[in-house]
């Protein structure tokens, strides 16, 4: 599995757009770019998907570039609720078994 | 919205003594999964569950841990004797049948305490 690369914390502010990139340089053909988000004391949440170029939802979007080797989650005008842990996974899901690899995640700290 | 549940929320345990954790997956799913996550550290998986065995599973899932689906609604986690390093929350996750990028849906988690 491609090891991913991510900042330890963050800290922003209420209404401000918060961007949190992810390194990954051994990305495979088949491997998608996943963000969970996990609150304390509760399990990961999906938040995004993406394989290249751009994905938006109504929470957040993912930037891809060409090359693959990063990702970038976007949060757009956060609040003091998206204060969590931002994992971002990198794998192929073409079979089911495929256990998730978590690393330690950004810290994402919103402050008023 | 389907969720995924567990119980109970918090177990409380004396060392060597067994315990039972329990998680309802999401109905239509058919890829099962338990991680753990000791206080402060990273999200572990354990082992994933289809078709009535265990697909995959990591180094923690030795010979005290097992995973049943009894009927067909629960997923369930033993660790036969409990140690005091299995204190940890643990996350029961499931999939759907179909391929390509279906994501894992997580349980809100029970906080296992060993004393």
């Known amino acids: 599995l491609a090891k991913t690369t991510q900042p330890i914390s963050m800290d922003s502010y209420e209404g401000q757009e918060v961007n949190i990139t992810c390194s990954h340089n051994n990305i495979a053909t088949n491997d998608y770019i996943t963000w969970y988000q996990q609150f304390p004391s509760q399990g990961p949440r999906f938040i995004i998907q993406?394989?290249?170029t751009k994905v938006t939802n109504e929470v957040a979007s993912l930037f891809i570039p060409a090359d693959r080797k990063s990702s970038t989650l976007s949060l757009p005008r956060v609040s003091l609720s998206d204060t969590a842990v931002y994992y971002c996974l990198v794998g192929g899901w073409d079979t089911g078994r495929r256990a998730l690899t978590f690393g330690s995640g950004t810290r994402l700290q919103v402050q008023p | 919205e389907p969720e995924v549940t567990q119980t109970p929320s918090h177990q409380v345990t004396q060392m060597g003594q067994e315990v039972i954790l329990r998680c309802v997956p999401i109905s239509n799913h058919l890829y099962f999964y338990w991680y753990r996550q000791i206080l402060g550290q990273k999200v572990e998986f354990l082992v994933s569950?289809?078709?009535?065995?265990?697909?995959?599973k990591s180094e923690i899932f030795d010979d005290q841990f097992s995973v049943e689906r009894p009927d067909g609604s629960n997923f369930t986690l033993k660790i036969r004797s409990t140690k005091l390093e299995d204190s940890a929350m643990y996350f029961c996750?499931?999939?759907?049948?179909?391929?390509?990028?279906?994501?894992?849906?997580f349980g809100p988690g029970t906080r296992l305490t060993v004393l």
């Open positions: 996750a499931s999939r759907s049948a179909r391929g390509g990028t279906d994501t894992q849906y």
């Open positions: 569950f289809y078709n009535n065995e265990i697909s995959e």
């Open positions: 993406g394989y290249k």
